[in-house]
């Protein structure tokens, strides 16, 4: 059975942050990115309301009825290319993190293109739940993507995540391997070509 999803607005800003945060306590990458517990909570939700602020005004942003799961996505062409953690907010709230986080960025950048896309920045689950009531999540966004036709590019931080994208029509490329730290893992699903109403 599949949770019910819906997009979150600017009014959900400050639970889709806290929902996004509670999720990556336990993530490796977030735990190389800051590796004090004490410290990572607020240095995630710093970055993170940043993020999902610019996500609900450019992308898409969906949520679990339950807020059991959080799936945001950025719409990349060639007019906007836009990162919405810039170097600016990383030097003032991430703190002693700071080139961790860069080497993050400059590791994800590496990875995707230049032509039209929709990119998956995250996709988490709260600590209680299974990575299955993720796939609405999926699914639903799937539904814009396939409307244009757009392939969809994501890099997910763990095996669980990677395996549940493959059961959604996703590749995962080789991992990314981060100085001196965990993994990652590029996810691509292709593009589906529209039909013209001439074609077949």
Known sequence: MSTPVRQAGPGDVAAATALLVDALQQDPVAQWLVPDPNERPD???RLLAVEIDHAVETGHVYVTLDWSAIAVWRRHDLNADRWALSDYHLTTFAGRSTNRFAELNAAVRCYGSAAPHHW???LAVHPDYGWHVAGELLAQHHRVVDAVG????GVVTTE???DLL???GYHAGLPLELPDGPSLWPVTR???PIRS???G
């Open 190 to 192: 292709a593009g589906r």
């Open 120 to 122: 998956l920045s995250w």
């Open 166 to 168: 493959g059961e959604h």
């Open 43 to 45: 240095v995630l939700h």
């Open 150 to 153: 757009h392939p969809a590019y």
């Open 197 to 199: 109403s001439s074609s």
């Open 160 to 162: 669980a995540a990677r």
